[in-house]
C-alpha cells in the first residue's frame, strides 16, 4: 500500500488521535518518519483503555504498526509502554519476533510519560524544538487506540463509530466499555453500576488534563474517560477556581521557591518555559520582559506545576492557559526557529512519579481494576458532533428525516484537515445543524 492510499482510507474512516486534541491521522502517514512510535504509557493516573486494548488485540495492533512503518518506510517501530504493564508487556513479547523492526521500550510509572514530546525523548534521545512538530525530528506517533482504528479500517473498511471509554472512582462496578460516538456521559456511567456519592460531578479526560463534563455531553472520538467524582474533591476544587483570584493569591503569597520550573517536564527537556518567571512576573504586573507571557505558548499544560509541584496550592498552569489563549485571539503567534537548550542533568531526579501524585490527589483509593466489556453499548440517540478533530469541521451530507445506518458517512471531510464523520447507530436522522447531526434509533 502507498502512502496516498493510506491517507485515503484513514481520512476517509474518520480516525483522527483518540484522545488529546484528535490530530486528524493521515496527516501523520509521512514518508519523512524514519521511526514511529506507538504511544501505550496510559498519560494520566486511572486511565487503562490502552493498556487493556493492547493486551486484548496485540497481534492486529503490532500487525497494522508494521503495516504503518512499511508505508512510510520507517527504519524502526517503537512501542513505548510502561514496564509495570506486565499482562501487556508479554502479550507484545509473543509476537514481537515477527516484526524485525519493531522494539518495546519500557517506561517508568512517572507522569506525565504519554506527553508525546516526553515519550520521544525518553525512547529515541531525540527533542523537539520548542513549537514543533514531532516529524520535523523523523518521528511519528500514534496512540493504541488509533491504530487499532486504523486496523478495523483497513482490514474491514469499518469507520469509527465507537469509542472505549473507561469509567472510574466513585462507581461501584468500574469498567472499560465501547459506547457509539455521540451517547451522552449518563449513559457510559450508567454502565459502571451504582454512583456512590450524592451529587457527582463528572470529570471528562485524565484527572491533570481533564474537564468538567455535563451529564448530557455526548461522547467524542478523544473521549477516554469519565471520573465520577465528589463535588468537594480536590481536582474538581481546582478546576472551579477563578483566574482573577488566584492571580491575586498568586501576588500575595508565591514564595518564590521555583518548584513549578524545576519540576516542569518542558522545561527539564530544554524548552524555554519558565512557570516561576511567568508567575513572578504576572502577579506584579511586570511588563519590562516579555518574554516570559510569550514563552507561555510553549506551555503543555501537563498541570504539573499546578497540581503537584506548588507548596502553595496556586494555579500556574490554569494562568498560563490564559495567556496562551489572549496571545491566540490577538492574533499573536508562538516564535518561530526557537532552539532548545541542553536537556538539564537533573531531568532524572526531578521526574513525578504516579503512584505519589494520585497520592497527592486523593486518587489512590480509585486506582482499581475497570475490566474492559467490548460489547457496544445500545443508546436510543446520539448527538454526533461535527467537529471532534483538530482542524476543519466535517460538512453534513445527510437531513433530517433521512434513514441511515451504522457507519455510513453522514457529513464528509472539509477543505483543509478534517476527516469524515459516520453514523454510530442505525436510526433517522432528527436534527442537523453546523454543529451536530442528531440520530434517533429506530
Known amino acids: 500500500m502507498d502512502i496516498r492510499e493510506l491517507q485515503n482510507i484513514i481520512q476517509e474512516n474518520g ?52 503495516m504503518i512503518a512499511e508505508t512510510v518506510g520507517a527504519k524502526e517501530a517503537i512501542i513505548g ?10 502479550a507484545l513479547m509473543a509476537h514481537i519476533e515477527e516484526f524485525p523492526e519493531m522494539r518495546l521500550h519500557l517506561l517508568d510509572e512517572v507522569y506525565p510519560m504519554g506527553d508525546e514530546v516526553v515519550l520521544i525523548y525518553e525512547a529515541t534521545g531525540r527533542v523537539v524544538r520548542p513549537g514543533g512538530l514531532p516529524i520535523e525530528q523523523g518521528v511519528a506517533v500514534f496512540n493504541v487506540e488509533t491504530v487499532y482504528n486504523v486496523y478495523r479500517a483497513v482490514k474491514s473498511g469499518k469507520p469509527v463509530t465507537d469509542k472505549y471509554v473507561s469509567v472510574v472512582a466513585e462507581v461501584s462496578e468500574p ?32 484527572p491533570m488534563m481533564g474537564r468538567i463534563g455535563a451529564g448530557s455531553d455526548p461522547v467524542t ?41 524545576d519540576l516542569c517536564p518542558r522545561h527539564n527537556l530544554g524548552h524555554p518555559i519558565d512557570p516561576a518567571r511567568f508567575m513572578r512576573a504576572a502577579s506584579n504586573h511586570d511588563f519590562q520582559d516579555l518574554n516570559p507571557y510569550i514563552n507561555s505558548s510553549f506551555c503543555c499544560s501537563c498541570g504539573v506545576c499546578e497540581m503537584y509541584a506548588c507548596p502553595q ?51 489512590s483509593r480509585y486506582d482499581k481494576d475497570a475490566p474492559m466489556d467490548e460489547r457496544l453499548v445500545a443508546v436510543p440517540k446520539v448527538t454526533i ?13 445527510v437531513k433530517a428525516g433521512d434513514m441511515v445506518t451504522r457507519g455510513q458517512m453522514i457529513a464528509e471531510p472539509a477543505e483543509g484537515l478534517s476527516v469524515g464523520i459516520h453514523a454510530s447507530i442505525c436510526g433517522k436522522v432528527t436534527e442537523v445543524t453546523d454543529r451536530q447531526v442528531v440520530i434517533a434509533a429506530v
Open 15 to 66: 480516525v483522527v488521535g483518540a484522545g488529546g486534541a484528535g490530530f486528524p491521522t493521515y496527516m501523520k502517514i509521512n514518508d519523512k518518519a524514519d521511526t514511529i512510535l506507538l504511544n501505550c504509557a496510559e498519560c494520566e493516573p486511572l486511565l487503562k483503555l490502552h493498556r487493556q486494548l493492547l493486551y486484548y488485540h496485540a497481534y492486529e495492533i503490532m500487525q497494522t504498526f508494521h
Open 313 to 363: 496550592s496556586l494555579a500556574p498552569r490554569t494562568l498560563l492557559a490564559d495567556m496562551k489563549a489572549g496571545l491566540r485571539t490577538k492574533g499573536i503567534r508562538p516564535p518561530q526557529g526557537v532552539v532548545p537548550v541542553p536537556v538539564k542533568e537533573s531531568r532524572e531526579y526531578r521526574k513525578v512519579p504516579e503512584e505519589r501524585l494520585m497520592a497527592r490527589l486523593g486518587l
Open 81 to 90: 509502554i510502561k514496564k509495570s504493564y506486565v499482562q501487556t508487556v508479554n
Open 221 to 261: 472520538k478523544t473521549t477516554n474517560a469519565i471520573l465520577v467524582l465528589p463535588k468537594d474533591h480536590v481536582i474538581i476544587s481546582k478546576k472551579n477556581r477563578t483566574s482573577s483570584i488566584d492571580l491575586k493569591r498568586a501576588a500575595s503569597i508565591c514564595c518564590q521557591c521555583n518548584t513549578c520550573t
Open 385 to 397: 458532533l461535527l467537529s471532534q478533530h483538530i482542524g476543519a469541521p466535517a460538512k453534513a451530507i
Open 175 to 206: 469498567v472499560t466499555v465501547r459506547v457509539p460516538l455521540g451517547a451522552t456521559l449518563d449513559e457510559v456511567v450508567a454502565c459502571a453500576g451504582e454512583v456512590t456519592v450524592k451529587d457527582p460531578v463528572y470529570f471528562v479526560g485524565g
